[in-house]
């Protein structure tokens, strides 16, 4: 089946320790995005990537961190430097620049 | 600050009755629109997209687009208890032709 899979649907911080979001797609898209929802809350971008080894900040990056060595890969770091990490973050991906984005079933971190 | 603004709700409507949802955008270059549906604890699902002026129409949901106004909305016939949840606008910013917009979303129940 082709699709968007994150991991883990759940995650806990612990003050000063850095987590890793997975997300991992199969439909060959080139573009992918981060996106944190806070409840009540619309989609904030954290960053984007348009094609392998590359990408751009978002509206909200600072506290985290992105790498995009595979097309297929686009894994998001929330570093320490993130105060208020605790949201549903989604990862979000796309063929090409009309077509709309589609979405894993996302991540839910908490503070510890 | 390119936005996309929508009511956050909740509409309440009847069963049978027509939902109608609405989206005005202030990007006026934006070209492509985007309702997904969001259902409590889960990731946003594309209900539909429109690129040009006028109507579309997928089952028994509608979306209009008006460029002149900068106004987007979906109409839902004959709804369903199962339609409650949250929807969300997206339009495609002009500003880096991979970078989407959200507005913050209308929750609609539908009372059966």
């Known amino acids: 089946d082709g699709g968007i899979t994150q991991s883990p649907k759940y995650l806990f911080r612990k003050e000063g320790q850095n987590v890793t979001l997975s997300c991992e797609q199969n439909?060959?898209?080139?573009?992918m995005y981060w996106y944190r929802q806070d409840p009540g809350q619309g989609l904030r971008l954290i960053y984007y990537?348009?094609?392998?080894?590359?990408?751009q900040k978002g509206d909200i990056a600072e506290g985290y961190s992105v790498s995009r060595e595979k097309k297929e890969s686009f894994p998001l770091t929330v570093t320490s430097a993130q105060k208020n990490p605790t949201a549903f973050y989604l990862c979000?991906?796309?063929?090409?620049?009309?077509?709309?984005?589609?979405f894993g079933d996302g991540t839910r971190l908490s503070i510890l | 600050q390119k936005e996309v603004e929508q009511n956050s709700g909740p509409l309440s409507v009847p069963e049978g009755a027509i939902a109608s949802l609405n989206c005005t955008y202030s990007?006026?270059?934006?070209?492509?629109f985007f309702w997904y549906r969001q259902y409590s604890g889960k990731s946003p699902e594309l209900i539909m997209s429109?690129?040009?002026?006028g109507d579309k129409e997928d089952g028994r949901f509608t979306a209009q687009l008006n460029k002149a106004s900068q106004y987007v909305s979906l109409l839902i016939r004959d709804s369903q208890p199962s339609d409650s949840a949250t929807y969300l606008c997206?339009?495609?910013?002009?500003?880096?032709?991979?970078?989407?917009?959200f507005g913050t979303g209308t929750r609609l129940k539908v009372l059966a």
């Open positions: 439909l060959n898209h080139d573009a």
């Open positions: 979000a991906s796309k063929e090409t620049v009309q077509q709309p984005q589609h």
């Open positions: 990007d006026r270059g934006s070209q492509s």
């Open positions: 429109i690129y040009s002026n």
């Open positions: 990537s348009q094609i392998v080894n590359d990408f």
């Open positions: 997206a339009a495609r910013s002009t500003s880096g032709t991979y970078k989407y917009i």
